[in-house]
C-alpha cells in the first residue's frame, strides 16, 4: 500500500501517480487507453505516472476516467485543531 503520508509535494505527487498506475493497472488499461479516457494526450498521461506532474483539471479527468471521482471529497474537508480548546469553540 501507497502511503501518502509525505513530507514534499515532490512525495505526495508521485504516490498519487502510483495509486493511479495502480488502478489503471488493476483495469487493465493502457496508458494509451488511459489517457483517451481522461482526455489528455499520451505524452502527458505518460509523464503524469513517471512525474506525478499534471495539471488539476487533468487529474480530476483521470479520477473520472478511473471512476474515483468521489475521493475528492474529502480533499482539504476537514478542519485541522490545534488544541482541545479550538475543537471545544467549535461546538
Known amino acids: 500500500m501507497i502511503s501518502l503520508d509525505v513530507t514534499t509535494a515532490y512525495d505526495l505527487t ?3 501517480a502510483d495509486r493511479v498506475r495502480k488502478r ?3 483495469r487493465k488499461l493502457t496508458q494509451a487507453q488511459m489517457a483517451k479516457k481522461a482526455g489528455m494526450s499520451l505524452g502527458s498521461y505518460k509523464r503524469f505516472e513517471q ?3 499534471v495539471s488539476f483539471r487533468s487529474l480530476a479527468n483521470i479520477a473520472i476516467a478511473l471512476e474515483c471521482e468521489r475521493d475528492f471529497d ?3 474537508s476537514r478542519r485541522q485543531y490545534n488544541s482541545i480548546q479550538e475543537v ?3 461546538r
Open 88 to 90: 471545544l469553540d467549535a
Open 24 to 26: 489503471r493497472r488493476e
Open 51 to 53: 512525474t506525478g506532474e
Open 14 to 16: 508521485n504516490a498519487v
Open 74 to 76: 474529502e480533499l482539504f
